[in-house]
């Protein structure tokens, strides 16, 4: 089976969704059918921040354009070559820092899953920690065995201990927390569209709204110190 990309889907949401569908135990098969490195794609991820040829294989397998994949990456803005700063990523029209963008610390909205069986793009950034659209935690563990949510997985809405996360509660924000996400939506105008949340998303960094989006982060996951102040050093340009 040959599905297309979702609007808004992650590249690795849509690897991980061709491996259920077509019935494969692990999405290495469809990887090494394209020549693309699988333990690279696991633990260095280099792939979704770069173009790589290999894209091109892997288009052909789907029988997608090769435009449907490119538009699944992460890829640098040239920030280097033309500051001289440390390259930013382009995050759905946002540049963002790579230690920022991170595919392999995966989080779902079970409700988002249920409605629609895809992984968002937008999960892939760490500030993100809450469904706006649902008004509640993400999830980065399994509510039944504990064990942190796989990025590499043979299903995407269901555990390898069985739990089908589409069927478990999401935990609501508190009122202090909706508060805040409220508050980030204002500055946001987030829109269910996806491209034009994050342009507004980093606009609302560039204007020093990152305070409250930390805060958000911060309250569902604590972050280590010294995450914040690298995190407050690159968004505060
Ligand atoms: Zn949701
Ligand atoms: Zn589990």
Redesign the pocket.
Known sequence: MRPKPEKGESFIGYVVRLTELNGYDTPSWILSLCGIDYMELRWKFTFVFSLSDKLRNLAELTENPITNLTSLLYLPTGSRERYGIEDEYNFNGAFLNRSIIRPHCPKI?P??LKESAYARRVWDCSLVTA?P??E?KLIDVCPKCKSRIRCVRNRLSVCSCGCDWRETGAELLSQEELAVINSILKHTQYSKTGRRTFISFSRAIRKGKADSILVTASSVRPLQKNSVLFTNTCIET
Do not use: G, V
Request: glycine fraction near 0%; include cysteine.
């Open positions: 909205c409700k988002c469904c659209i649902h509640c």
